[in-house]
Every structure is written in structure tokens, then in C-alpha cells.
């Protein structure tokens, strides 16, 4: 066990002195850039399937059309993410009129196709982002784009070889459709990131946490952060334009209360000798989706132990001489990464 002497910890507010200081000292740190990676050009073929479906007058040649074109994702689609019914029972045109022409899917189509228009700088993102992918592993899969309405169910859904997309989940926060969802199914900070910004970093971390990160059975807290923070660094490295606060899902003031209390974070854990435990609930707590983190103050996000793996990570690639993505995470064990990291 990792074993320090209690201390009374004084977490600092989430203030705007705060926010304002702690992003000045991030400026500093963020020129110890960990991996740099040169795209390479890629063409990623993306289906609308929103667009087949709500534009299409007979659901059954849309129905082909969608399956010919997104063969691998259209199944899941049909049985998994809407779930009314198999792909080849010849009554799913009947299923999919009563989705498509509800008026409040026919709304959120329509916000769709006013919010991002043809899609190019959402493409051109995703492009850039599995071109460096392709960089760090030459052998990696690049996955077909699928873009879908699904009526909130599934927000992203990667399979083997498809990455598809609801986009309803993207079209902004004051939208009325999403204002009016449930709060018990879609608690405020869920909504709060349903904004076109989130729709890249979700899709490329959505596709990164199945087919990048390892399995996670039996392993304690440390390893489990280590494994988070090794996804995190590299779609941070996949996206070096995208403002960090959008890689984790969190607010700008959740991230500078973070970076305010990293020692403070760190102490709690150490003094409750967490960071080898294996309980279950308490490693849920520190990874776990949510308005906050059980356990520490009101103004910390959700999820804290990813944002402390991703710290971790990023202190031992900064301080390789030649850090590699395929080193990391094929070789590169937890307490070889915890002996690197001095948190401040």
C-alpha cells in the first residue's frame, strides 16, 4: 500500500483568479508537448445515414441503400441502437416510418442539417485525427464514418471496422428537443456537452477506449487511471488543436479546478491508500461519469481519475528521450509511469 500521513487538504475554489492563473501556468507546461504526430493523408469514407433515411420517401430502398452502404454498422443500427426489430424482417420499413416521421426526430434532422451544413470541418478533423492515428500505429484500422440520428439512444457507437455517429447528441445544449429530455435519463451535465465542439473528440475517444484500451478486469486503481491516461495522451496527441477541456468532457473551470488541485487530488488519494485498491466502488467513484466526483468538492468534474491517469501519462512521455505511442502502450507498465510523476 501507498502510505502518506493525513494532512487537512484545502482544495482551492474554482474562481476566476484561479481559472486565470492556472492557465497561465498551463501555457508554461504546454510547450513540453509528449508526442508530436505528422498526419498521414488519409480519405475516410463517411455515410450519411441520417440524411438516407429522413430523405429517402420508401424506407424499404432506403433500408437497401443504408445496407449496402454501411454494411458493417446498418445492423447494429437497426437491432441495437433504434432496437425495432431484425435487419431482414420485411416489416422494418414500418419500424423505421414510425421513427422518421415522429415530428420531434423530424425537428433534430432538420437542426442537424443546419448546424453542420456539409460537414467539411467536421470530416476534415476526423481525417486529421485517424491520419496521425495511422502515424503512432501504421497498422491501425481507419475506420467508415457513419453519421446517424438515432433519437438519443446511442451517442457513439464504434464497431470493428465502422465508427458511427449520433449526431443529435451535438447540435447545442439550448436546443429545445434537448432541453425537454428527461432529466433523469439526461442529468444537466450530460446536456451541458451535447455542443458541435464535443462532436469530434467524443467520436475519435469513443473509437480510442474500445479498440486501444486494454482490459481492464482484475486490475487496480493506478493501473486503471494509467490505461485512461494512455488513451487521453494520445487523442490529445490525435487532436493537438482541440481545447483540452473538450478531451475530457469537462467545463473550462472543472479542467482549472483540476490543475489548481493536483496535489491536493493526489494527497486524498494516497492518504485513503487508494491508489492500489481494487475496490470496486471506489474505483467506480474515481471513474465514473458524472457532475462531480463523490468525495471531493461540488466544483470538480466527474471522472477525476481520468484526468489524473491522463497527468501521469503525460509527465513520463515528456521526461523519454524518444517517447513512442507504440512503446507505451505495449511495454510501458503503470509503476514505471508512477515513478515519473511529481504532481505540483
Given at each position: 500500500?501507498?502510505?502518506?500521513?493525513?494532512?487537512?487538504?484545502?482544495?482551492?475554489?474554482?474562481?476566476?483568479?484561479i481559472v486565470v492563473l492556472v492557465s497561465m501556468f498551463q501555457a508554461c507546461r504546454d510547450h513540453e508537448e509528449a508526442v508530436?504526430?505528422?498526419?498521414?493523408?488519409?480519405?475516410?469514407?463517411?455515410?450519411?445515414?441520417?440524411?438516407?433515411?429522413?430523405?429517402?420517401?420508401?424506407?424499404?430502398?432506403?433500408?437497401?441503400?443504408?445496407?449496402?452502404?454501411?454494411?458493417?454498422?446498418?445492423?447494429?443500427?437497426?437491432?441495437?441502437?433504434?432496437?425495432?426489430?431484425?435487419?431482414?424482417?420485411?416489416?422494418?420499413?414500418?419500424?423505421?416510418?414510425?421513427?422518421?416521421?415522429?415530428?420531434?426526430?423530424?425537428?433534430?434532422?432538420?437542426?442537424?442539417?443546419?448546424?453542420?451544413?456539409?460537414?467539411?470541418?467536421?470530416?476534415?478533423?476526423?481525417?486529421?485525427?485517424?491520419?496521425?492515428?495511422?502515424?503512432?500505429?501504421?497498422?491501425?484500422?481507419?475506420?467508415?464514418?457513419?453519421?446517424?440520428?438515432?433519437?438519443?439512444?446511442?451517442?457513439?457507437?464504434?464497431?470493428?471496422s465502422s465508427l458511427g455517429i449520433g449526431v443529435e447528441w451535438f447540435i447545442g445544449r439550448d436546443h429545445p428537443v434537448v432541453?425537454?429530455?428527461?432529466?433523469?435519463?439526461?442529468?444537466?451535465?450530460?446536456?451541458?456537452?451535447?455542443?458541435?465542439?464535443?462532436?469530434?473528440?467524443?467520436?475519435?475517444?469513443?473509437?480510442?477506449?474500445?479498440?486501444?484500451?486494454?482490459?481492464?478486469?482484475?486490475?487496480?486503481?493506478?493501473?486503471?487511471?494509467?490505461?485512461?491516461?494512455?488513451?487521453?495522451?494520445?487523442?490529445?496527441?490525435?487532436?493537438?488543436?482541440?481545447?483540452?477541456?473538450?478531451?475530457?468532457?469537462y467545463s473550462p473551470d472543472q479542467l482549472a479546478w483540476c490543475e489548481a488541485n493536483e496535489l491536493n487530488i493526489w494527497r486524498?488519494?494516497?492518504?485513503?491508500?487508494?491508489?492500489?485498491?481494487?475496490?470496486?466502488?471506489?474505483?467506480?467513484?474515481?471513474?465514473?461519469?458524472?457532475?462531480?466526483?463523490?468525495?471531493?468538492?461540488?466544483?470538480?468534474?466527474?471522472?477525476?481519475?481520468?484526468?489524473?491517469?491522463?497527468?501521469?501519462?503525460?509527465?513520463?512521455?515528456?521526461?523519454?528521450?524518444?517517447?513512442?505511442?507504440?512503446?507505451?502502450?505495449?511495454?510501458?507498465?503503470?509503476?514505471?509511469?508512477?515513478?515519473?510523476?511529481?504532481?505540483?
Amino acid at each position: 500500500m501507498v502510505r502518506g500521513r493525513k494532512v487537512r487538504r484545502s482544495f482551492l475554489p474554482s474562481v476566476t483568479i484561479i481559472v486565470v492563473l492556472v492557465s497561465m501556468f498551463q501555457a508554461c507546461r504546454d510547450h513540453e508537448e509528449a508526442v508530436a504526430l505528422d498526419p498521414a493523408p488519409i480519405r475516410l469514407q463517411v455515410v450519411r445515414l441520417d440524411s438516407i433515411l429522413f430523405h429517402t420517401d420508401d424506407l424499404n430502398a432506403a433500408s437497401r441503400m443504408a445496407q449496402a452502404e454501411a454494411r458493417n454498422l446498418y445492423p447494429y443500427y437497426v437491432e441495437q441502437v433504434l432496437a425495432i426489430g431484425p435487419v431482414d424482417d420485411p416489416r422494418l420499413a414500418i419500424g423505421l416510418s414510425r421513427f422518421v416521421n415522429e415530428p420531434d426526430w423530424i425537428e433534430v434532422q432538420r437542426r442537424i442539417e443546419e448546424v453542420f451544413g456539409d460537414w467539411e470541418e467536421e470530416i476534415e478533423g476526423l481525417e486529421e485525427a485517424f491520419g496521425r492515428l495511422h502515424t503512432a500505429f501504421p497498422d491501425s484500422i481507419i475506420p467508415q464514418i457513419v453519421l446517424y440520428n438515432a433519437g438519443f439512444n446511442y451517442g457513439i457507437f464504434p464497431t470493428d471496422s465502422s465508427l458511427g455517429i449520433g449526431v443529435e447528441w451535438f447540435i447545442g445544449r439550448d436546443h429545445p428537443v434537448v432541453q425537454a429530455l428527461a432529466p433523469e435519463q439526461f442529468p444537466h451535465y450530460l446536456k451541458e456537452r451535447m455542443v458541435p465542439a464535443m462532436l469530434v473528440p467524443s467520436a475519435v475517444k469513443g473509437w480510442l477506449l474500445v479498440h486501444y484500451q486494454a482490459d481492464q478486469r482484475g486490475m487496480d486503481l493506478l493501473e486503471r487511471m494509467v490505461h485512461r491516461g494512455k488513451v487521453l495522451v494520445l487523442l490529445e496527441a490525435l487532436l493537438p488543436t482541440t481545447e483540452r477541456h473538450l478531451l475530457f468532457g469537462y467545463s473550462p473551470d472543472q479542467l482549472a479546478w483540476c490543475e489548481a488541485n493536483e496535489l491536493n487530488i493526489w494527497r486524498e488519494l494516497v492518504s485513503k491508500e487508494l491508489i492500489y485498491t481494487k475496490d470496486d466502488r471506489e474505483i467506480a467513484r474515481l471513474l465514473s461519469d458524472g457532475p462531480f466526483t463523490h468525495g471531493f468538492p461540488r466544483e470538480s468534474p466527474g471522472n477525476l481519475g481520468e484526468w489524473l491517469g491522463y497527468n501521469m501519462v503525460r509527465s513520463y512521455l515528456v521526461a523519454q528521450e524518444r517517447p513512442s505511442f507504440q512503446e507505451l502502450f505495449g511495454s510501458v507498465e503503470s509503476r514505471t509511469v508512477l515513478r515519473t510523476y511529481k504532481p505540483r
